[in-house]
């Protein structure tokens, strides 16, 4: 094989990209997390935990976690259903099913917001009906987790369809030939053959959920201790100079990010495992 091995450049090529990378890095990542941390604790402790004890901060970080409550175990549920759909069972539509599955990673979210907006805003298609019922969407928590909702819908299905399409069907069709019903192969079989993908995905939901702000923006209001979460309120705060309580609140959720980074790593640890051990029998 003539050419050189494109994985074994000379030791200045390899430092050299392995420099770049880490700089680059350094600069567009771990330098603005820091910086996040060292602004939040730059009056002290006492006035950190002050801020983050603030009325409006709890009411926001409230919010935050009442929404994620509420989206995760929706789109749970949801990308668990369509994933199953999509890779065991052969329908007509199937192929632009999984495509409507992509369309909120190519839709801006304060587009998808706008949409809300439109259906079920006052003067919108749905909102003189809703009025006439008293149901108030737009401007209340509803609202704010039909807009994410919509953001967050992919993640739990795309991390499941690539592995199930790839696991196949023999497995569930050896459980039925042995008499399992839907749900028990599903519990028996499915499930625990796709654990790992799944708390990927619950996992990656969760974190776009808690730091969603653009299809949240339009629907929320931005009624302070109302419907502002954390990503808002962190925007309320440095509109009004209040640079050190925007960074506490800005700190807290890049605590939720570095959480979810570890819990990812582990997760994607053990999942490396499983299909090394499945692998070696």
Known sequence: MSGRDATREGPIVTGFVITLAVVFLGLVLVLPLVAVFVEALRQGWAMYVDSLKEPDALAAIKLTLLVTAIVVPLNTIFGIAIAWAVTKFEFWGKTALITLVDLPFSISPVISGLVY?????????????????NIQIIFTVTGICLATLFVTLPFVARELIPLMQSQGTDDESAAATLGAGGWRTFFRVTLPNIRWALMYGVLLCTARTMGEFGAVAVVSGHIRGLTNTMPLHVEVLYNEYAFVAAF????LLALFALVTLAVKTFLETQFAAEIAAQRHR
């Not at 907006?117 to 019922?133: S, Y």
């Not at 506490?248 to 700190?251: G, K, T």
């Open 117 to 133: 907006v439109l259906v079920f805003g006052a003067h919108g298609w749905f909102g003189p009906q809703l009025e006439a019922w």
């Open 248 to 251: 506490a609140v800005a700190s």
